[in-house]
């Protein structure tokens, strides 16, 4: 059975469990491998475009909104009028003036804020100030310039994002069909069948195909939708009950195969 007759099978047929309960653990989680990926990829793609166009409106903003500044033996101007005050109400603002017009004393009004002078950048997160002097980047020297030029580069910031979101993605979606097997324990047990936790879990990871390409979907979208948790779950329980009681069902031509002892999750 290839994988996409697989993918068809695990909601269209549900005698297909009696064979996807026996088959060898290598197979499913192949197919378990392969489909996640798929879907993870799939499902990206809004994010992947989200991205791509807020990172154009980053460079656009920088370009077009920040005024130009150097930062150089320790010292930072600003060109343009300042103070330049950034912020709404009284909750937050971002407060530049170089021209020493205006000290830190302009937090006291707001919440939390940041305020950078000529020589230093006050963060202030209520009720605590933190300072980060100037002087302590005497050897550095930057620009505008220079930050457009870094900006590109958020493109390999989105590829390590991207990783890591899969590694913990994949290790996530394998637990769960761990949790979903261990609810086929107690099912099981209550229909008196014979199956063993190998082809429960066997029986999970296809039960879990039609809830993640639902997934998928919803991911593209509309990723906001509260509380999808509860249907991707109702559908996997209800796929895996119905799994197993068509891999229960006794057979005319001798018992299938039994998994391998060593097979463990």
Do not use: C, H
């Amino acid at each position: 059975m290839g994988f996409f007759t697989q993918v068809k099978e695990s909601f269209l047929n549900y005698e297909a469990y009696r064979e996807f309960a026996f088959q060898k653990r290598g197979k499913t989680f192949k197919y378990f491998f392969v489909l996640f990926t798929l879907v993870f990829i799939i499902g990206g793609i809004r994010f992947i475009g989200d991205f791509k166009n807020g990172t154009s409106d980053i460079i656009a903003t920088v370009k077009e909104d920040v005024p130009e500044f150097r930062l150089e033996n320790g010292e930072l101007t600003v060109e343009g009028q300042q103070p330049i005050i950034m912020g709404e109400g009284d909750s937050a603002v971002l407060v530049i003036d170089t021209t020493g017009q205006t000290d830190d004393s302009i937090l006291d009004r707001y919440i939390d804020g940041v305020f950078i002078s000529k020589e230093k950048i006050v963060v202030k997160e209520n009720p605590q100030l933190r300072i980060i002097k100037f002087s302590d980047l005497k050897d550095l020297t930057f620009d505008k310039q220079k930050l457009l030029d870094l900006l590109p580069m958020l493109k390999w910031l989105f590829v390590g994002i991207a990783f890591f979101a899969y590694l913990f993605s994949i290790t996530w979606a394998l637990i769960t069909t761990v949790i979903l097997a261990l609810i086929g324990l107690f099912i099981n047990s209550m229909m008196k069948g014979r199956l063993v936790y190998n082809n429960l879990w066997n029986i999970a990871v296809y039960a879990f195909t039609f809830p993640w390409l639902l997934e998928m979907v919803k991911n593209l979208v509309y990723p906001g939708l509260s509380y999808f948790w509860v249907i991707k779950w109702s559908l996997a329980g209800y796929i895996l009950y119905k799994g197993i009681e068509a891999a229960n069902k006794p057979v005319t031509t001798g018992e299938p195969p039994q998994p391998p002892e060593d097979m463990v999750i």
